[in-house]
């Protein structure tokens, strides 16, 4: 089962923030035939990479730079346009993320920037038969000091389903938080060993598509393997606090 939001949201948020709960799924943030019409326009796209941290991905992303700064702010400036045109003849996904965290949060969100240059927007994820993401959790804050946004608080994540592959795919969250004696059971490439949540309680959410879910990414989560020729497609992004006033985010 999932969190979904209640009408008592301010507790809900603090209790994600705080730890007290992993994750809120919010339903029909988008309308099917919204999603259909996103997940079209992503088709016939061309321009899209992989990275370390999955399979398919377009945009940019900061587990791919992390010793890599001036790279990293170079390909965020490109990838930010080309999602830009992406939906230029669409609903705007990003947008309607963030509307929506500024009516739950009432703080302004926009997307970070460091010595005026601006970080990537978010990360479009496309995963395809076989495709899944070991056990990892997100934390920069830890990963990535040399970058402006560690120093903000209380780093979340947002992801929106776009397309639900034909099964298979599900976020996979583990009821416990990334600690610094876990890096003993590290991999090399990406995430930690299957020991590190042995025995640990878990909740899954399927990928509906149109369905937002907030994520407080300390805690150990999972994209389990996707099956059939239909892949799994979300579009998602960090936020994290900068000041009583402001949300910024970042990918």
């Known amino acids: 089962m999932s969190i979904l939001i209640s ?8 209790n994600l923030i705080s730890g007290n709960i992993p994750v809120i799924e919010m339903p029909n943030v988008l309308s099917k035939s919204e999603c259909v019409l996103l997940c079209d326009e992503i088709s016939k796209n061309h321009s899209i990479c992989s990275g370390p941290d999955l399979i398919t991905k377009i945009g940019t992303s900061l587990s791919s730079h992390i010793y890599d700064k001036a790279n990293y702010f170079s390909n965020a400036q490109n990838s930010n346009q080309l ?5 230029s003849h669409t609903i705007s996904p990003i947008d309607k993320m963030h509307q929506i965290l500024e009516n739950l949060f009432q703080k302004k969100i926009s ?3 460091e010595y005026d240059m601006k970080y990537s927007d978010c990360v479009i994820r496309i ?12 934390n ?5 000091p040399e970058y402006l946004v560690s120093g903000y608080r ?37 995430g930690y060993s299957s020991d590190v949540v042995d025995g640990v309680e878990y909740l899954t959410i399927r990928p509906i598509p149109g ?22 497609i979300s579009i998602g992004f960090f936020f994290a606090e900068s000041s009583e006033n402001n949300l910024y985010c970042w990918s």
């Open 140 to 144: 920069c804050n830890f990963e990535m």
């Open 111 to 113: 997307t970070a920037t």
């Open 7 to 14: 009408p008592d949201k301010n507790s809900q948020i603090h």
């Open 211 to 232: 369905n937002l879910v907030l994520l407080n990414p300390n805690f150990y989560h999972k994209i389990g393997s996707v099956c059939g020729p239909k892949p799994r």
């Open 154 to 190: 209380n780093q979340l994540s947002a992801i929106l389903y776009l397309q639900s592959p034909q099964s298979g795919g599900e976020l996979t969250i583990y009821d416990k938080q990334w600690c610094k004696n876990d890096e003993s059971q590290r991999n090399p490439d990406f």
């Open 83 to 87: 999602v830009q045109n992406l939906f």
């Open 127 to 138: 995963h395809k038969n076989g495709d899944s993401v070991h056990v990892h959790r997100d």
